[in-house]
């Protein structure tokens, strides 16, 4: 869930509310508390990025940094 950034060495979360359904090794209930703490913070207005669209605008995103 813990990946390194090939570019900036930066530790990031690759958790996906979406498709991750548990933690390997850990019990069914602490698994699923510790994924809606993450994907609570994941989800937090301040990591949100909302773009106010000009005509000649071009928005690229990368799959890894982007939930």
């Known amino acids: 869930m813990v990946l390194t950034d090939p570019i900036s060495l930066r530790k990031l979360l690759y958790c996906n509310p ?3 359904v548990g933690i390997d090794g850990m019990a069914a209930d602490d698994s699923a508390r510790l ?3 993450l994907f ?3 989800l937090r207005p301040d ?3 909302r773009h106010g ?3 000649v605008d071009i928005l690229a995103f ?3 940094r982007t939930l």
């Open 53 to 55: 669209w000009t005509p």
């Open 18 to 20: 979406g498709y991750v």
């Open 40 to 42: 609570a913070h994941q």
């Open 35 to 37: 994924l809606a703490e």
């Open 62 to 64: 990368d799959n890894i």
């Open 47 to 49: 990591y949100r990025h």
